[in-house]
């Protein structure tokens, strides 16, 4: 298992975990946790940020793997290495070649290392960061070097007549130049100390940081003797560079001249006289316009330097609201679903009302995905074709300035970054190499262009993508609109699901039933791992974070239209019994009549299809019935959450007195194996953080548990 | 015209071969923008092993610029200077600054002193590049401040202040000794001269010494 996720579950070799193998609920045993280069950085292909708490990766040996599905010996992944120092160009040959070779088995069209998604994100990463060492030292470097120019210039201003002296007394101008110099080397010397301290720690910390986030097997962080030589002498290349200036102008200084006091700087009539503006302006504001006039460079140069300080804060700003926005634009108006699941293989569309019934589902959506090779002329690139519902809200495509674009019923919608790299504009025909199925070949035209924010996509209506595979209707997967408290109910139900490949929640779903199903902020947890516990001993204390009239009342809204929908739900169970029973009756009595020659076959046939119909019909008003019961409940667990929680007496000594809290307490006997969450912070119900890490062998039964109050 | 004071307590005769410093016809012109100043013009000048010259002169009048050219610390607008058969007029940057260090010591309008360097340090400064020093305690001593030797200037009195310079310029021997208007920085109401005891015992051992002070009543003009 990949560590990421090893870590962000709380797993460890040992461990057991259920999976969905070829549509069947399997359950595999951790025996070692691993990194790979293909999951340095380990992301899902249509994510923005890594959620290591429900995507990971896990291996297996093929040979149990290709048992489980039936397939020995097949593989659908391969990896290849090229010869090293094989030309660029070879690539591309050997991706043709293999692209080729591949084909009749269905290979969806090879991509090199530069397209691999980690291997993108890392070295993006890290070309990102060779920027940042050479602009921001850049940057920092200027404006020192400029101080010391500055400082350096003031004091020989202030020093010229010891510099007089010295001079007089035989001192050489290099001597004196020399001596200025010194003293930026003496302020590179102090810093060099200073900065290569806190860089080698920094360094470290970084390092890391870095080595955590992305997993990388070794956390050593090198700096050796040539980086720091090296990091001094441009330091101090900068700092003689700033003091050069100053140092000449004291060599420079005539000994004579420098023994009377500075003369009065020479001023001529500026600008604004010549303009005849000099009344307009105050005796002081004079001042400022001809001291600035007088030395414009160095205006300048000031001038300069804090507009890289300011480049510095709005670049810094840039990049965080940039991200803020695309997050905002991405999550608000493109993609507002809060749930996307993929079915294994693509489904009937009628699947997508079964998903409808799953549990806190207020909505769902369905979208095809047809991985496709976009050719216009000599260019192509490699896409997943996307089938979106029309008129769907889930799923949006939009425009720069925010407005929805509706996908057009025939054609094609692209990205505009995409459509660049393809040198297209609507109106024009491309050519689709469907890489699937029957492996289409379709020319399509381009009906419009989307700017949206991340990633290269291609959108069709999900009908027209039907058509251009012709196939009925057909869906690979599902956007879903999900009540929030019912979230990881449905999360539990989905994963189970054989049909269901793939889910991902959005964190903002997530951080929504966090904000509704909070209990309260979890006390910092005083036990260690290895505390023994004894039965019913309190483990932790929850403070229940505050619940607002209007979410009460919203607790109290959404009971009440659960209670109303379980009501109707048990209607629709006993309607069906009902009439289910009255079949069975039914189907009874024309076996027997038909048994004595009094019903022809077909109609006791007829009769036995109308008990299976309500069959089917029972089926599945349990099923909804059941919902409607779990949504109830959640609901009356929420308002619970609000109203009766175990009051008591704060038992922190000396702490603020809270008024009330919730306890924690052991169910068993046991020892403390592990503390996932120690420190003080927000938890919700069924976050395993922290109720699974205490007690043993009870991972399982806690964590599936109905919500704990 | 110039009119030179006499040193009294020379005790070398003006007849002896060659002036160590001769001066003829120097004029220094300042283009201050449009006018020009003319600080000195055809100066003539001699001095001899031994003397001791005092230039008497207002405010203004161009002793602090002859006693620059004179030094070496500036170069005249036309003229000649000569130190034994060296000429000074034509000498670069370098040979004047060598021409300093081994032959010449000032004592300046100012005290000049180095703030971050104590009595002591101010005068090793100078006898650091010098080629026969005196010890540096023992010129301060010389001019009376053998008890202060490790004190900054901060520490010392405006007296005491003044007489480091002395000191520091006694200590390297020089060849020459120029002082410009030594006793204060300012002339006293009378513009009697009040010779700091340092300076008048230093200035008897074999050195030329050239000396300026202003008097309020004009002794001297130049033409
Ligand atoms: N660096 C300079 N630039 C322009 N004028 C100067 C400069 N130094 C001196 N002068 C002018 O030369 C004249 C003589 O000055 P100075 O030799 O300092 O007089 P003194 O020392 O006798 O008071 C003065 O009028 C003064 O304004
Ligand atoms: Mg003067």
């Known amino acids: ?709 | 015209m110039v009119f030179f004071g006499e040193g009294t307590e020379s005790g070398a005769s003006g007849t002896e071969a060659g002036a160590v410093l001769r001066a003829r016809g120097l004029t220094k012109v300042y283009h201050m923008g449009s006018v020009d100043v003319h600080a000195l013009r055809s100066v003539n000048l001699e001095l001899y092993r031994g003397e001791f010259v005092v230039l008497l002169g207002p405010s203004g009048s161009g002793k602090s610029t002859l006693l620059n050219i004179l030094g070496g610390l500036d170069v005249p607008t036309s003229g000649t200077v000569y130190f034994f058969d060296h000429d000074l007029t034509t000498a670069d940057d370098r040979e004047l600054t060598r021409f300093r260090r081994e032959h010449m010591g000032f004592v300046f309008q100012f005290y000049n002193l180095i703030p971050s360097l104590t009595a002591r340090e101010n005068v090793a400064l100078v006898t650091e590049i010098s080629d026969h020093p005196l010890d540096p305690d023992d010129s301060l001593r010389l001019v009376g401040l053998g008890e202060r030797l490790d004190h900054f200037p901060s520490q010392l009195s405006g007296g005491e202040q003044q007489r480091v310079p002395i000191a520091r310029a006694i200590s390297k021997r020089p060849d020459v000794l120029l002082c410009d208007e030594p006793a204060s920085p300012s002339p006293p109401p009378g513009g009697s001269c009040r010779f700091p005891n340092g300076l008048s015992r230093a200035s008897t051992r074999s050195t030329s010494g050239g000396d300026c002070t202003s008097r309020r009543d004009g002794g001297m003009r130049f033409s």
């Open chain 1, 1 to 709: 298992m990949s560590e990421a996720f090893a870590q962000a579950n709380g797993l460890d070799p040992g461990d057991t975990l259920g999976a969905v193998i070829n549509g069947r609920w399997q359950r595999l045993r951790i025996v070692g946790i691993a990194l790979s280069p293909e999951y340095v950085y380990e992301i899902r292909g249509t994510d923005l940020f890594p959620d290591n708490k429900r995507f990971g990766v896990l291996w297996m040996s093929r040979d149990a793997l290709g048992a489980a599905f039936d397939m020995e010996g097949a593989f659908n992944d391969v990896s290849l290495s090229l010869a090293p120092g094989a030309p660029d160009a070879m690539e591309a040959e050997v991706i043709a070649r293999l692209d080729r070779l591949l084909e009749p088995y269905g290979g969806l069209s090879a991509y090199g290392r530069r397209e691999q998604i980690s291997h993108r994100f890392l070295s993006d990463e890290i070309a990102q960061n060779r920027v940042f060492g050479i602009v921001l030292p850049s940057i920092f470097l200027g404006v020192a070097a400029f101080l010391i120019h500055i400082v350096l210039s003031r004091l020989v201003g202030t020093q010229r007549e010891q510099i007089a002296v010295l001079k007089a007394f035989g001192y050489g101008n290099l001597a004196i130049g020399g001596h200025y110099v010194r003293f930026a080397v003496v302020a590179v010397l102090a810093g060099a100390a200073v900065g290569t301290g806190i860089g080698l720690w920094w360094g470290r910390v970084v390092g890391e940081l870095y080595a955590q986030f992305y997993r990388f097997p070794v956390r050593r962080f090198d700096a050796g003797p040539g980086a720091v030589l090296l990091a001094v002498l441009v330091s101090a290349g900068a700092a003689v560079l700033g003091a050069l200036g100053a140092a000449r102008r004291a060599s420079a200084l005539p000994p004579a001249e420098a023994m009377q006091p500075e003369p009065p700087a020479s001023f001529r009539p500026g600008l604004i006289e010549r303009l005849g503006l000099t009344r307009f302006f105050s005796l002081t504001s004079r001042i400022i316009v001809r001291d600035l006039e007088r030395r414009p460079y160095k205006a300048l140069v000031s001038t300069m330097g804090i507009a890289l300080a300011v480049v510095i804060l709005v670049v810094g700003h840039y990049f965080e609201d940039a991200v803020r926005h695309i997050a905002e634009v991405q999550f608000r108006n493109v993609q507002r679903d809060d749930v996307t699941i993929v079915f294994n293989d693509p489904r009937p569309a009628r699947a997508v009302y079964e998903v409808a019934y799953l549990p806190g589902v207020l909505r769902s959506e369905p979208f095809r995905t047809v991985p496709a090779r976009l050719r216009h002329e000599h260019r192509t690139r490699r896409i997943a074709l996307f089938g979106l519902a029309p008129e769907g809200e889930l799923r949006r495509l939009v425009g720069q300035d925010l407005r929805t674009i509706e996908v057009p019923s025939d054609g094609m919608v692209l990205t505009t970054r995409l459509a660049e790299i393809l040198g297209v504009a609507p109106g024009d025909r491309l050519t689709v190499e469907v890489l699937e199925g029957k492996r289409p070949v379709r020319a399509v035209t381009v009906a419009g262009l989307v700017d949206e924010l991340v990633g290269l996509s291609a959108y069709m209506d999900v009908r027209a993508l039907n058509r251009l595979m012709s196939e009925g209707g057909t869906v690979s997967g599902s956007f879903l609109l999900v009540d929030p408290p019912v979230a990881p109910h449905l999360y539990s139900v989905l994963k189970r699901l054989p049909a269901v490949g793939g889910v991902s929640f959005r964190k903002a779903a997530l951080a929504g039933f966090e904000e509704t199903l909070a209990t309260g902020r979890l006390s910092r947890i005083e036990l260690h791992e290895g505390d023994p516990v004894g039965r019913g001993m309190v483990l932790a204390r929850l403070t229940p974070v505050p619940i607002d009239a209007r979410t009460l009342a919203q607790d109290r809204a959404r009971l009440d239209a659960a209670q109303a929908e379980k009501r109707a739900a048990d209607a629709r169970v006993e309607r069906a019994r009902a009439a289910l029973e009255q079949a069975q009756r039914e189907h009874q009595r024309a076996d027997e009549l038909s048994s004595r020659g009094l019903k022809s076959p077909q109609e006791r046939e007829q009769t036995e299809l109308v008990e299976a119909t309500y069959a089917k019909e029972l089926e599945a008003a349990v099923f909804a019935a059941q919902a409607a019961a779990f949504q109830v409940d959640a609901a009356r667990a929420a308002l619970l959450a609000a109203g009766s929680v175990t009051q008591g007496a704060d038992a922190a000594p000396g702490g603020p007195a809270r008024s009330t809290f919730i306890t924690v307490q052991s169910p068993i006997r046991g020892r403390v194996l592990r503390v996932l969450q120690e420190s003080e912070r927000v938890v919700t119900t069924a976050l395993p953080s922290w109720s699974s890490a205490i007690l043993p062998c009870s991972r399982s039964s806690w964590t599936s548990s109905p919500p704990m109050r």
